[in-house]
């Protein structure tokens, strides 16, 4: 198992589990000897199990031994606590670290297996085309294990001997990621699950093509923080949905819904000046007369 990497600092999110000791074990191995290279480890505890501390431990034992910087964070979280709002507590402390370090990127230990389930995951919560790729490398945040599967992976830690934690709560169907890889993608035949990442690459394609026509539209109505009303009015619903979409996500907004979306169109169609329509957090867009404008509320 190889994988590639441009010269830099990374900082590599680290669980414990097999799929990230494993993209440890093969940076140390490729790229801890090349003074090019810099890693930090960064271990996050969401506080749902009383035994995390022990993949902390061992997280930090292994990093040690590599030699390389070990970060951590624990939050009482809570076993009651979302997929959604601990994903986003994640992110937030590896985007942390990420400006500590002045790092190049963020590595996650994403295989194959995450991409399907991910594509599955989205499809059924109504994502759309984005949703179905959204799993692929980005600017921050590079996913060098989307090549292999989760077969490639064990069998690899296995044969090198490594250690690592099993999440018990991973078996937990409350969680939906669980619930459908237990009882839909791993009841899928080896051709099915070619055939479905075949799909997915196809329209990761796709995807990056309308991506840059979008962009390029993008950069002609909007100066960053407003984007011209206008011209949203006067185009097709699902094509304005999608440049609203897209200028959130240029203000560093995700992980919005479809509502969020249509509530901010409406309000861009029908909405008096001065109206004002939630994001998320403390975040807002304020129709005024020629433009939208996105706000932040000052606590």
Do not use: C
């Not at 590639?4 to 191995?29: H, K, Q, R, W």
Request: hydrophobic share 35%.
């Amino acid at each position: 198992m190889k994988i590639n990497l441009e010269p830099g600092t990374y900082i590599l999110a680290i669980s414990g589990g097999v799929d990230s000791m494993t993209l440890l074990d093969l940076v140390f191995n490729q790229f801890s000897k090349n003074t090019q290279f810099n890693f930090v480890v960064a271990h996050f505890d969401h506080g749902i199990r009383p035994d995390s501390i022990i993949d902390r431990q061992l997280v930090e034992s292994v990093s040690k031994k590599y030699g390389f910087k070990f970060k951590f964070k624990r939050l009482e979280l809570g076993i009651n606590t979302s997929e959604a709002k601990a994903r986003e507590e994640r992110y937030r402390f590896l985007f942390e670290q990420l400006d500590k370090y002045q790092a190049s990127a963020i590595l996650t230990a994403h295989h194959k297996d995450d991409l399907i389930e991910t594509a599955v995951f989205n499809v059924l919560r109504g994502t759309g085309r984005k949703g179905l790729t959204s799993l692929g490398n980005q600017t921050m945040i590079l996913r060098p294990l989307l090549k292999f599967s989760k077969a490639q992976i064990i069998s690899y830690a296995t044969k090198n001997n490594l250690n690592w934690r099993e999440d018990s709560t991973n078996q937990d169907l409350k969680y939906s990621r669980n619930l459908i890889r237990q009882t839909l993608i791993e009841k899928f035949s080896a051709s099915n699950q070619a055939k479905l990442s075949s799909l997915i690459y196809k329209q990761n394609r796709v995807n990056k093509e309308l991506d840059g026509l979008i962009d390029q539209f993008l950069t002609n109505i909007s100066d960053g923080i407003t984007i011209d009303r206008q011209a949203i009015n006067s185009l097709p619903e699902k094509l304005a949905a999608e440049l609203i979409a897209e200028w959130l996500r240029k203000n560093n907004l995700r992980d919005f819904d479809k509502k969020t979306i249509q509530r901010i169109l409406s309000g861009s169609r029908i909405g008096t000046s001065g109206s004002k329509y939630d994001v998320k957090h403390n975040y807002f867009v304020t129709v005024r007369k020629d433009q939208l404008a996105l706000d932040v509320l000052e606590r």
